[in-house]
């Protein structure tokens, strides 16, 4: 089976740095998927890493190590409406099940 | 815009009653999912399918029924044998040829009353 490990909460201010980590357990690899949702909303997709390393996208950063069985997501210049949850998330084969982390609630004060 | 559309948003049912969640999309994927989420919880998969006339159990299928008879559609079933039905419920689609980009509908959140 597939199973993920994320921390429950973090709570930061405005302009600062937030990363939140994920470990993971699975037999076969697919990659590493990160999903944002705000409280009553749909989950929407922020980044996927497939390969050893650092992804960026704007103020979002994902890492992945294989070896490690780790990841970690990295918010940057913290805003107000970056307060959500953060899911970590294994993807099976193509057209397979995704599988969730716990996931991370990110509480950011002014 | 393509996307995916849930209905109800919200759904109140009577105990030993059986409800049916619509999950439509029109983002020609091939592959659906249906999720549940507890409150401060992840979500877990409850069926999916991957084409259509064919869904295999999720996670947490007992108490679940689905269909696949069109590939824009995947609806829910949520029956009497379900035990503790309350509970937000997200469909989600994907291509089925890559591993990420997997798209959400805005849920059907269900409660027994």
């Known amino acids: 089976g597939q199973s993920l490990e994320q921390p429950s909460e973090v709570t930061a201010v405005e302009g600062a740095i937030v990363q939140i980590n994920c470990t993971y357990q699975?037999?076969?690899?697919?990659?590493l998927s990160w999903y944002q949702q705000h409280d009553g909303g749909a989950p929407t997709f922020l980044s996927y890493?497939?390969?050893?390393g650092l992804e960026e996208t704007g103020r979002f950063s994902s890492f992945l190590s294989r070896s490690d069985s780790y990841g970690y997501l990295l918010l940057q210049e913290l805003q107000m409406k970056d307060s959500a949850s953060y899911f970590c998330?294994?993807?099976?084969?193509?057209?397979?099940?995704?599988?969730f982390g716990g996931g991370t609630r990110v509480l950011v004060k002014p | 815009d393509g996307g995916i559309t849930q209905s109800p948003k919200y759904l109140f049912r009577k105990e030993g009653q059986n409800v049916t969640l619509s999950c439509e999309q029109n983002?020609?994927?091939?592959?659906m999912y249906w999720y549940r989420q507890d409150p401060g919880q992840g979500l877990r998969l409850i069926y999916y399918?991957?084409?259509?006339?064919?869904?295999q159990k999720g996670d947490i299928a007992e108490g679940y029924s689905v269909s696949r008879e069109k590939k824009e559609s995947f609806p829910l079933t949520v029956t009497s044998a379900q035990k503790n039905p309350t509970a937000f419920y997200l469909c989600?689609?994907?291509?089925?040829?890559?591993?990420?980009?997997?798209?959400f509908g805005s849920g059907t959140r269900l409660t027994v009353v």
């Open positions: 699975t037999s076969g690899f697919y990659g």
């Open positions: 998330a294994l993807p099976g084969a193509a057209g397979n099940k995704l599988t």
């Open positions: 890493n497939a390969l050893d």
């Open positions: 399918s991957q084409i259509v006339n064919d869904f």
């Open positions: 983002l020609n994927h091939d592959a």
């Open positions: 989600a689609s994907s291509t089925g040829r890559d591993n990420y980009g997997y798209t």
